[in-house]
């Protein structure tokens, strides 16, 4: 029964913002941890911005300062800006979530049991 959609995804040119928004349904929202994976073709899949269940974010070395993960919590969407977007941003994100997920594994995709079927992701140069 738990659902997370993922919205907001597009095409930008290298420079520009998006904000992708992730609804979660069937969980006890205030419970889990929530965060963003992204996967490029190829690629392996990788954690891109988390945010644990004391509202604590913690970001990937390669988005540390673009990107910034929120939670509107009356409304249960988990929301990651993005800004000055490079070409190497683009890929599939994809929206997770955990009930009680420790700080130092917010990006570990293996310590993350649900996930939205993603939104793509392209910037261009």
């Known amino acids: 029964q738990v659902q997370l959609v993922e919205s907001g995804g597009g095409s930008v040119q290298s420079g520009g913002s998006l904000r992708l928004s992730c609804a979660a349904s069937?969980?006890?929202?205030?419970?889990?941890?929530m965060a963003w994976f992204r996967q490029a073709p190829g690629e392996e899949r990788e954690g891109v911005a988390g945010i644990d269940c004391d509202g604590n974010a913690k970001y990937a070395d390669s988005v540390k300062g673009r990107f910034t993960i929120s939670k509107d919590n009356a409304n249960h969407i988990l929301y990651l800006k993005m800004n000055s977007l490079k070409p190497e941003d683009t890929a599939m994100y994809y929206c997770a979530a955990e009930i009680w997920v420790g700080y130092s594994r917010l990006l570990k995709k293996a310590d993350f049991r649900y996930w939205g079927q993603g939104t793509q992701v392209t910037v261009s140069s």
């Open positions: 069937g969980i006890s929202y205030n419970m889990y941890a």
